[in-house]
């Protein structure tokens, strides 16, 4: 069955960065957009961006477009969110999720907690 | 790209039915069959309910139920039970180059 799972929770000073992976198993890992998005305390689901793992194309919205990096290797099926200068505004859980065959977030990563405290 | 609105909050008694909307532009919900939803307990994954406006993904309890009219989604919770609350989100595919864009959010409180 389609799984993503997600490397477990960081924790990072002010100004760091973090770099949360995402291992997908039971699909053809090139063929489907993998996104990335986050939910801060008390907060919505938060769009941060895509990733083509068939060419490496990226689109990132606009608010952390000077910040993060989504990378892949295609060799282990894993995509690669980094998120630097990091702020306590980035305390958050961070979702892998794919667009499957239908319109829809039809698998999700488990979460990774990100904790940014001094 | 601005998020799809959503009530902040939604209430029911148990085996009431409460509806939950959803409003975009033409350039989203209005303009394409690929709304979805998702309930979400937090800290979990969210999990999809309903896809392309009234499908429900295998597993999914028929008590959850979807449409739309214009430029408006709705999901209904039919039935209300105390193991649906949680929040929930909808989704759209966008025009943007984002493609997809979520709903703010509405939490269900059973009474």
Known sequence: QVQLVQSGAEVRKPGASVKVSCKASGYTFSGYYLYWVRQAPGQGLEWMGWLNPHNGGTNYAHKFQARVTMTRDTSISTAYMELNSLTSDDTAVYFCTRIGSIAAYDAWGQGTLVTVSS | ?111
């Open chain 2, 1 to 111: 790209q601005s998020a799809l609105t959503q009530p902040a909050s939604v209430s029911g008694s148990p085996g009431q039915s409460i509806t939950i909307s959803c409003t975009g532009t033409s350039s989203d919900v209005g303009g394409y069959h690929y709304v979805s939803w998702y309930q979400h307990f937090p800290g979990k994954a969210p999990r999809l309910i309903l896809y392309d406006v009234s499908d429900r993904p295998s597993g999914v309890s028929d008590r959850f139920s979807g449409s739309k009219s214009g430029n408006t989604a709705s999901l209904t919770i039919s039935g209300l039970q105390t193991e649906d609350e949680a929040d929930y989100y909808c989704c759209s595919y966008t025009t943007s180059n984002t493609f997809y864009v979520f709903g703010t959010g509405t939490k269900v409180t059973v009474l």
